[in-house]
């Protein structure tokens, strides 16, 4: 079916090519389809790779593979759109492993610097002579730039999707480049679908890992369309090193916190265009919870609210219906006390300390939920715990793509 | 909004009047509506009650108050429609003290042995004077049959819900009869919306809350609709102890055996019945898991399929997508292995260790997809773990419910 642009769509932001980094695309024909199907990204020697993966019990073999390799060194990525590879037994796995050994041939690197990401229909083999055939011919393609790149990664994505920054470490302006695919099956507690962050920064791989475990924790796993989680999600971020920078080794090395802060807004800005790309998606939605017990359980509350059909309907509905937060706050099995809970909605408490306001005033509530943006807070008033979690809303839409899409 | 009556609605079952048990329905106008939403239960001296309630955070005080007094005695149970009393501080809870306070009076019981329920909107306090002259009105009124009493607890139920079995002990019949209202905010982890069971045998208080406690773990607990988990949830089970037999006092009671059986049946006919009623339903799925690492390892697996966005939708579009099925699966955060697991529709196996079966016939399965009662098995081959869970599909009627209903 053909999906229309989301109404939360962004364009796509100019981005600065990343030194070491070569975008090539080619149609591999996983699908019938006239387009583009197959990324390879070529890097330069000596870039150092980081990776977060799903926590699925059923990954998929790229998944598996990737897992190996990080933190590490990477030559080249390859992403399959419209087949994920996953839920495929040995040949599954012999695909990948024959794709790995295509490029690292070609590369002449070790496999273990080869990537590679599928999403796209479960449970049916990858194709080996339409991967094989789209790889030789990315490998001799003409470099492409990142919104071609962007769109060649997605699958049910109505718009393409990337961020940038940049970070001075020491005397040396670092480029940071990121693009990121996904709409549905999109939940937390892993690296939530397909994202791919470049920066011509020199990392250690190690320290690398160490900043992009934290930059998801805030960013890609606080988002969620469905609250159903991918057997084929994957961050990865790599970088080439050719700033001219002094390498970051830890939080200690000049320029780290300016380097991760940079990291991490290009993974918010990605995470929350998966978001505004969530199928059926008509209004973006942030959650923020104060006064918890801990952070994690902010975020465990944020999460409950932000997964819930009845919220996430109330919201496409406009309603205020904040007793279906209270609903949420209480089942998310973290520590709550409805007496001290209340809850606002883009700035105006509706509740307090567990009791409607007498004075509460339903029309700047009821303006703000017309709005594409809507805020909803929590405050539990039980700590200092807090977090943000950002996710779309249920309507129609969801239904209609979900009760038809297939392969 | 009308709710048209959902295509998986069943008749009202002809139930047996329980020795013991008095119906009774008012008008307390808890909304302006033209129908009974009160329902006052009078129940015979030396009742053993029993109850299961919401693990919610931000339980009602009704729930709050029933918990303490479970398990021991019952003389009434009160349950008000149309207004949950949840979130409301210290009024909702002087409001149901003053509730049990007036049929505590009128029947010269103890305020212990009076049990109250609400749903409804959430954050609206009781109304005192309407509650207080429905009581009035109730304890005037002439009895009504199970019928009439179903009927008068539902809110946005489209049709009314009761089960019915008898047991001997020895040589006494007994009969059980049991109501329950609830289609949306319907999750496991707790004994699901409201629901009654009365009997007329003799059973000591504290065997009847731990049958009710195995019963409700493979019964309510294994019945989900939106994952969405009420503030108010509560099952209560009432014996009158008329019917003549030598009290139930443990397991080793002659008799026990086949009371339990037939106190499961009407708790799974009551928890199916929820689900045919589930908000926007067109089928009634049954997910039998087996092979997993331990009973409830399968119970969660179970319920992360029935809770899947992704599943209730390829289900309302009679699609056999058994990839969503693998995913479901990978989520659930237990013990799994990608290489073993099978996974069937309506006996027939789509994948079997971790891979599309080579031979699969879709024909059978697309045929079964097509009627309104729908099996998913799921395989583990880890272990001798089972359970079965139950739900219905994700339609736009869901969506159309629940972003318009309110209050």
């Known amino acids: 079916m053909d999906l229309e642009r989301s109404p939360l769509a962004r364009p796509f932001p100019a981005l600065p090519a990343i030194d070491g980094v070569t975008l090539r695309v080619a149609r591999a024909r996983y699908k019938t389809w006239d387009r583009c199907d197959l990324t390879l990204i070529e890097l330069a020697p000596g870039t150092a790779a980081a990776g977060v993966f799903t926590r699925s019990a059923c990954a998929s073999s790229e998944v598996e ?68 055939a789209g790889v030789a011919a990315a490998l001799k393609a003409d470099p492409c730039d990142w919104k071609v790149a962007a769109e060649t ?92 920078n002094e390498a970051l080794t830890s939080w200690d090395s000049p320029g780290a916190d300016a380097f991760y802060a940079a990291l991490q807004a290009v993974c918010r800005d990605l995470a929350h265009l998966v978001v505004r790309d969530g199928e059926g998606a008509s209004k973006f939605i942030e959650i923020a919870v104060t006064g918890a017990q801990s952070d994690e359980s902010a975020r465990r509350i944020g999460l409950s609210i932000a997964n819930s059909p009845l919220v996430k309907t109330a919201i496409a509905g406009e309603d205020a219906n904040w007793g279906r937060v209270v609903m949420a706050v209480g ?70 793509i979900n009760a038809d899409y297939r392969s």
């Open 153 to 244: 990664i997605g699958t049910t994505d109505t718009f393409a999707k990337g961020a940038g920054a940049s970070a001075m470490i020491g005397t040396a302006r670092t480029e940071l480049a990121g693009i990121v695919k996904g709409s549905g099956m999109i939940a937390p507690d892993m690296a939530t679908m397909l994202g791919y962050i470049f920066t011509d920064a020199a990392v250690d791989p190690a320290f690398l890992q160490e900043m992009l475990l934290r930059a998801n924790a805030d960013t890609f796993s606080c988002i969620t369309v469905d609250g159903d989680t991918s057997t084929s999600d994957t961050v990865l971020a790599f970088a080439t090193g050719l700033a001219g």
């Open 65 to 132: 593979m990737g897992r190996e390799h990080v933190p590490g060194h990477a030559r080249a990525l390859v992403v399959n759109a419209g087949n994920s590879n996953a839920f495929t037994g040995h040949r599954g796995r012999e695909a990948v492993e024959r794709i790995v050994a295509q490029v690292a041939d070609s590369l002449a690197c070790a496999p273990g610097e080869v990537f590679v990401s599928s999403t796209g229909v479960i449970g049916v083999p990858l194709p080996l002579d339409k991967a094989r």
């Open 331 to 400: 089942k998310a099995g973290e520590p709550a006390d409805r007496d001290r809970l209340s809850i606002g909605f883009g700035g105006t408490w509706a509740a307090r300390d567990g009791q409607p306001l007498a004075d509460y005033d339903e029309a700047p509530v009821a303006e703000h939920l017309r709005g594409q943006e809507v805020r909803i807070d929590v405050d539990l008033g039980l700590g200092d715990g807090r977090a943000t979690v950002w996710t779309c809303d249920l309507t129609h839409g969801y239904i209609a």
